[in-house]
């Protein structure tokens, strides 16, 4: 893993696609075609209105697509594991590439619209992508896993959850890096019984799936471990105001620690009320709050908070390849990453060159069974598995605590 994008290109083929954004996110995008040559290297980043796609006539080179959002809905979730992706696979092009070929990626910015998603996907499968990188949720995906499971093209998401990734139901070439949010969940009350704590409050976010089940596991799973909940309620941008209330925050009093389900938003919303009202029960937060938006320093005296990662961010990981993996990253974006999502992106680019290497071709059939008969793998955030499965089953995950406005590592927690 240390790698990307370059090579001498026979015959470039450029479609220029210009999309008109109206509401209706499935409108037929128009294409125009334009044939160029050239011999320079190339990394090609899309942006929201064009669409660029090189159809590789040589064999030379292993086309690769990144689609995700860069800029809209999914990208605090979708650009930090994209653009590790990146980061890894031009360290391995600047080390000689991949089975004697370099590594064409072609990245494309999905804006998390649907008609983005399925013209990219085409004319990456035209272009002869082996393999698509996809966004975190899969409503925005299913354009391109339709289009990849005609064309029999791998595909591999750095951080769905939905269960059908796992089972195979999105499509037998499809993969996805982590585990359901159930899992997540589960693990917290594992974590917050190992250290002690028997009486928890329960925050979660109910505008979306992912926190409400797992907030839903950690219940049952809390249940069953003998624990006791002081305070459970349902939270949004429009009710966390509501939860600040004397009978709630009494409630709270003999709580040793307070579990927080939530994306950035509603999560942050919450934090600066319960902070604001002068609650200093320890906060923990599942890994559904870790994203790029989210920042310590906007939650005034956000005091005794950690959260569930992937991955430190704050270069104190204690895993090497971690690290390493940031460095990459900033070789890519300029910043370092702003979540440990980001390193879901560089196992992906590991666990891909693995297989590729093992099947001894790119063949995205041939790749994919290579995945399906792995067990254990060393990724770069530490040894995973898919256990019979298309999604991680087990992985290492970091606990991190607040200290001075930075996320700082803790201590890790295997699932």
Known sequence: MKYLTTLAIATLMTFHIVACAPEDNDQEVQSDVTVTTSDDPATVFQDTSEIFVERIREEDTIVVGVIIDEENLMSPHDRQPGVAFVGEIERLNEAGGLLGKKITIIRVNSESRLSVIDNATKKLIEAGAQLLVLTCELDYAVPAVTRAKEAEVLVISPCATETQWGTGAVDKLAFSMTTQSQKYGV??????????????????????????????????????????????????????????????????????????????????????????????????????????????????????????????????????????AAINFVSIDGVPPASGRFILGADLAKLWVYAVNEAGTANSLAVADEIKSIENFDAASGPISFEGTQAVITRVLRVLQQVEGEMVYQKVWEY
Do not use: H
Request: with cysteine; aromatic share 8%.
């Open 187 to 324: 693990e917290l009350a594992n974590l917050l019984w190992d250290e002690g704590k028997r009486n928890i409050g329960v925050l979660w976010d109910n505008s979306a799936p992912e926190p409400i089940q797992e907030c839903s596991a950690f219940r049952n799973r809390w249940r069953q471990l003998g624990g006791r909940t002081t305070i459970d309620s349902a939270i949004n941008m429009v009710t966390a105001t509501d939860i600040i209330n004397a009978g709630d925050r009494a409630r709270t009093l003999d709580a040793d620690s307070i579990v927080l389900c939530s994306f950035n938003r509603v999560g942050t919303l919450a934090l600066q009320r319960i902070r604001g009202a002068g609650w200093l029960t320890p906060v923990i937060a599942g890994v559904t709050m870790d994203s790029a938006a989210f920042r310590p320093l906007d939650v005034s005296g956000i005091g005794d908070f950690r959260m569930f990662s992937f991955a430190s961010t704050y270069n104190d990981d204690p895993f090497p390849e971690v690290r390493d």
